[in-house]
Structures are given as structure tokens and as C-alpha cells.
């Protein structure tokens, strides 16, 4: 019976020492306010395909580019993408559609060359984007979340 | 060392009670004991067992482990327990079973508490590992106690009821354990920790329990054997004065438990698949979140339950107590809803019917693959030892499936990284169609095997 007593009270020592995890009450509550201003977040799709096409599509409210498009026109400002061969640049296109600007990027990584990591650089290179919308479709899986520079984690389910 | 022994040593024999109503009550009341704690602490036990299974995701979305080294950390438990299962199973024809369970349950309450402060690979994988032989104590002091207090004709439907403890603790685990870490307002939105600490104290509540309460064989308390007090033997009697050590190695030239273990262990694969990386695949590629996720492997615990004692009737009564003909129809109810899991439609309904379906099939054929048709076959002094035989097969497959499973999960990572501001966020994207082959194809090899022992009848 001590045996049980003393682990008894151990445990509870061990657990009553713990406290929660700080959090963050914007990126707590922001999974329900997203959509408030979903139309001014820039956003940014890719389809990664089965045959080793990889289509980019990003889009966002002019007033977040610093002074002009061109770096758009840039894939390494936008991301850089590592597979087990290397991807090459099929197009860019970028374009102004009223107050926001469209651009488009195809990379061909090769058939049966899986991708292993791809890198955005939006957040880094533009320092007018407080939070991208990512929609990432892969040849398994398709992710929706929210990158924002006040959290250290995606936000999904929104 | 010579104190250790002598507590966890099965008393010896005692003279026979000479009064037959003393005998009747005796047994009467042991034998509900035996059933209510074996049933009710194996199940609360494996959720110390499980819990990693549960905060998986949380553990690799957190960037503290990744998918191959979950793989690892898992399957180290599964070898553990393999090993445990094993050797317990030896250890427990010679115990005190009470005593046994109970040591066993406490320690793997243990390393449940030393996981929660464990962020190291190799830790963790260390702890898992001896969870892993803790929790060997269960299954075979379970069954070698099913074997001393329940006949032949009616081990059947009291290895299903005590099968259910499978599904009781898998449910615990994927509904209870979920509900602590799952984001608010599905869950508490507690810490992964709690995912390790809250089953250690349910844990040493269940040691607790099997200690006050599982009695030692029959005939220490001065009571007949089982079968002499049922008047239920089987065909033949052999070995009665043979040492158990001899029989035990016995059980090893019987070459039906040798395709009995290989059976069990493909079937394991699966079963461990959807275990522990079923709520994985539903987040990642089906999108549910944690809760849900674990919900649905919920939905096939519980149905589990059914599958167990179903299970038990149908081959006791329906087949007269022949296992061949239920296992082929429990195994193709456990195969034939995989397909519609992974390749059918997406509808949650469809998704939650088709793992009801699963979980019924699976636990009627696991019950008696992974050891009541062991038991049957073998001799039954040594039932813990033909349990431990079909357990480490059994284990070392599931265990190998874990590593697989990781590997072949991990291999197909693709990591998006987000700078922002000088950190890095990343959103890892799985594809699980390599594993879903492996999981999916062990099934048909265990169904195939087990059909393999059509004319296989049960012994004493």
C-alpha cells in the first residue's frame, strides 16, 4: 500500500508543476476572424501534380507591393522549390487585374522526381504582407491555412 | 532476489475443499472476479499503451519528432512488448497472476509519466520500449487466468468478454486521451504531456485493483481443476505429469502455432496500422482534426466490443466451438470495409460505417488469432506459453510495421517553409498510398494463413 501512496503522491507533484503554454489571443481567435478580411490577404495556391508540374498562382491587393511588380517577376523572390532533380522554369506571367495583382509561375520538377521542400519567400521579401492564405495541393493531400507574421503556427480550419 | 521470486510465485497446491457447495461458491465468486478485473484493469492498461497513438500528430506537427522517428519510437514499444509478451508468457504459467498483472501496470504507469518530459529520440525510444515490456505482464497473467478458472466449451465466450478489454482501452484512449489535447472547444486544448500523464494515473489505479482482487489457480485456494469441476475435457489429455517447462517447449513442435503466429502477425500489421497511424491518415489526408479523427478510430473500438463477444458465440455455438470457420468470416468483415476506407467514397458517414465494420471484423478474428485458437490448441498448463509463442510473432510484426509505416510515410514528405521574420513555419504534406498497399496486403496474407488451419481442432 505505500508503494501506491508515495507513487500517488509523486504524480501529483510531477503534474501540479506544470503550467500551460503562453498564448497568442490573435492567433487564438483568428481562426474565426479570418474571414473578416479573407478579400484583403494575399493568397496563394499551388498544385503540385503526379507528373511533376508544379503551378503557382499568387495574388494579392496592390497596396501591399512596396512600389511595383517587378519583383514578382522574380520565382526566387516568390519560392524556391527542391526536389530530388532540379525544376525548371516553364512561364511567369504577371498581371494587374484592378487593384490587385495576379501572377502565375509553372515549374516542371520531372516525372517521378518527388518534390522534398519548397521554400516561400513571400513573408520575407515582402514586408507589406502581414499574412498570406495558402492552398497547397499535393498529388495526396490538399492543406487550406493562414500564415500570419503574429503567429509561430498555420492556422487551419477557418 | 530469492523475496521477488517468492512474491510473484504461484502458491503451492493446497488440498482439495471436501465440501462441494464451498467448492460451487468458491468458484462461482472467483471466477466473476477473474472475468470483471482481468476484462476491466487489461483494458484500463492499455491506455498507458496507446497514448502515443493519440498525440502523434501533435508531436510531429510540433516539429519534435518526425514521422520516422515516431515510427521508431513505436515500434521499439511494439518489440518491447513482443519480448514481454513473450517471456511473460513463460514467466506467467509459474505466478501468481494477480501479483504479476499488477507489477506491470505500475511500471508502465512509469515510463507514461517519464514520456511526458521526454523530447529525445532515444529516450523516448528507450521508455516506449520498456512500456512495451510492462505492459507484456497483461495478456498472458489474463490468459493463463482465463485458463485456470473457464472450461473448454465455454473459454470461448469469456475470451471474447475479455477480449473486449482491447476495445475498452482503445476507446479510453482515442476518445479520452483526445478530448485532453484536442483544441478547444472539441477538447480540453491541454499540452501532448498530458497525453502520457493522465493514463499513468489511471494506470496505477488499474494496478491497484488487480492486485486487491485476481486471484491465484484454482488449486492453491483447495479447489479442483476447471475442466475436473465442469466435468469438461478436451480429446486427450497428455502430459499431465510432465513438467510444464517440457510441455512448454512442446508448444513450439506443434507446426499449427507456427502459421497460427504467422497469421496473427500479418494480422497485427493491420490492426497497429490503423492503431497508430489511422488517426494520422485522417488528419493529414482527409482533413478531420484531432478530435474527429480520433472519434472515428473510436467508432472501431466500440464496435470491437461486439466483434469480441459475437466472435465468441458464433464460434462456440454456431461451429461448436471450432475457430477456422469464424475466423474466415470475421476476416473477410475486417478486409473488405479497408477497401472502402481508403479507396471508397469520402463521405464521413460511409467512412464512419465502413470502421464500424472494420473494428467488428477485426476483434473477432483478432481474439482468436492472437490467442484464444492458441489456447485451444495447446496443451492448457502452458497456455501462457502458446499465448507468449503467437504474442511475439504477433508483436514483431506490428512493431516492424510502426518502422515500415514511418519510413514509408516520411519518404513521401514533402516540407513547405514559411520565413516569416527570421523563424520558420512549416506545413509537412504526407502521401500514405504506399502504406495503405502494405496494410491493406497484410490482411489478405493473415485470411490466407489462417484458412490454412480449416481442419485444426482444439486439444484436452
Known amino acids: ?158 | 532476489m530469492r523475496v521477488i521470486k517468492q512474491f510473484f510465485s504461484t502458491a503451492e497446491d493446497l488440498e482439495l475443499i471436501g465440501n462441494k457447495s464451498e467448492i460451487d461458491g468458491l468458484f462461482r465468486l472467483q471466477r466473476r472476479n477473474v472475468i470483471l478485473f482481468i476484462t476491466l484493469c487489461y483494458g484500463l492498461g492499455y491506455v498507458c499503451r496507446l497514448a502515443l497513438n493519440v498525440v502523434k500528430k501533435p508531436l510531429m506537427d510540433a516539429g519534435v519528432f518526425t514521422p520516422e522517428e515516431m515510427g521508431i519510437i513505436g515500434s521499439t514499444m511494439l518489440y518491447g512488448y513482443a519480448l514481454g509478451k513473450f517471456t511473460n508468457g513463460f514467466l506467467a504459467d509459474y505466478a501468481h497472476v494477480g501479483r504479476f498483472f499488477a507489477a506491470g501496470l505500475l511500471l508502465s504507469a512509469m515510463t507514461n509519466m517519464g514520456m511526458g518530459f521526454s523530447n529525445v529520440v532515444w529516450l523516448s525510444a528507450t521508455l516506449w520500449m520498456l512500456n512495451g515490456w510492462f505492459q507484456g505482464f497483461g495478456a498472458p497473467s489474463s490468459v493463463v487466468s482465463l485458463a485456470s478458472w473457464y472450461s473448454n466449451s465455454e473459454r470461448g465466450r469469456y475470451y471474447g468478454l475479455w477480449s473486449t478489454a482491447h476495445s475498452i482501452g482503445e476507446g479510453l484512449t482515442y476518445l479520452g486521451v483526445a478530448f485532453l489535447v484536442a483544441a478547444a472547444p472539441k477538447g480540453l486544448g491541454l499540452s501532448w504531456q498530458w497525453g502520457f500523464w493522465t493514463p499513468a494515473i489511471i494506470c496505477v489505479g488499474a494496478a491497484f485493483l488487480v492486485y486487491q482482487y485476481l486471484p491465484d489457480r484454482p488449486r492453491t485456494l483447495g479447489l479442483p481443476t476447471v475442466a475436473d469441476w465442469r466435468q469438461d475435457h478436451g480429446e486427450a489429455k497428455t502430459g499431465v505429469d510432465e513438467s510444464i517447462w517440457k510441455t512448454q517447449l512442446k508448444v513450439l513442435t506443434i507446426p499449427s502455432i507456427w502459421i497460427l503466429a504467422l497469421a496473427s502477425s500479418s494480422m497485427y500489421i493491420t490492426r497497429y496500422a490503423i492503431n497508430s497511424w489511422g488517426n494520422v491518415y485522417l488528419q493529414e489526408i482527409r482533413g478531420f482534426d484531432l478530435f474527429d479523427a480520433n472519434l472515428f478510430i473510436f467508432f472501431n473500438t466500440v464496435a470491437g466490443i461486439a466483434g469480441c463477444l459475437v466472435y465468441g458465440l458464433v464460434s462456440d455455438k454456431w461451429f461448436n466451438a471450432r475457430r477456422p470457420p469464424a475466423n474466415f468470416i470475421f476476416g473477410l468483415l475486417e478486409l473488405l470495409p479497408l477497401f472502402v476506407i481508403f479507396y471508397g467514397p469520402k463521405d464521413p458517414l460511409i467512412l464512419a460505417a465502413a470502421l464500424i465494420v472494420y473494428g467488428f471484423g477485426l476483434s473477432g478474428i483478432l481474439a482468436s488469432l492472437g490467442g484464444l485458437f492458441a489456447i485451444d490448441i495447446a496443451p492448457k498448463k502452458v497456455a501462457g506459453a502458446a499465448m507468449g509463442f503467437i504474442g511475439i510473432f504477433s508483436y514483431i510484426g506490428a512493431g516492424m510495421q510502426d518502422y515500415i509505416s514511418g519510413k514509408l510515410i516520411g519518404e513521401s514528405e514533402i516540407a513547405f517553409n514559411f520565413a516569416v521574420s527570421g523563424q520558420q513555419t512549416t506545413v509537412f504534406f504526407y502521401d500514405y498510398s504506399k502504406p495503405i498497399v502494405f496494410w491493406v496486403g497484410a490482411s489478405v496474407v493473415s485470411i490466407v494463413l489462417a484458412g490454412a488451419l480449416w481442419r485444426v481442432r482444439a486439444s484436452e
Open chain 1, 1 to 158: 500500500m505505500a508503494v501506491f501512496k508515495y507513487t500517488a503522491i509523486v504524480l501529483f507533484l510531477l503534474v501540479s508543476a506544470c503550467a500551460p503554454e503562453p498564448t497568442n489571443s490573435y492567433c487564438s481567435t483568428h481562426k474565426s476572424a479570418h474571414k473578416e478580411h479573407q478579400m484583403e490577404v494575399a493568397k496563394l495556391v499551388i498544385n503540385a501534380n503526379k507528373k511533376g508540374l508544379v503551378e503557382v498562382n499568387f495574388s494579392l491587393p496592390s497596396n501591399q507591393l512596396e512600389k511595383t511588380n517587378e519583383r514578382l517577376k522574380q520565382v526566387e523572390n516568390i519560392l524556391e522549390v527542391r526536389g530530388q532533380g532540379s525544376c525548371t522554369l516553364v512561364s511567369i506571367d504577371v498581371n494587374q487585374e484592378g487593384e490587385s495583382v495576379k501572377a502565375k509561375y509553372h515549374l516542371d520538377c520531372g516525372v517521378n522526381k518527388p518534390l522534398k521542400q519548397v521554400d516561400i519567400k513571400l513573408l520575407d521579401n515582402f514586408p507589406n504582407i502581414d499574412e498570406v492564405e495558402a492552398d497547397i495541393k499535393t498529388a495526396a493531400v490538399r492543406k487550406h491555412f493562414v500564415i500570419s507574421r503574429q503567429c509561430k503556427k498555420p492556422i487551419f480550419e477557418f
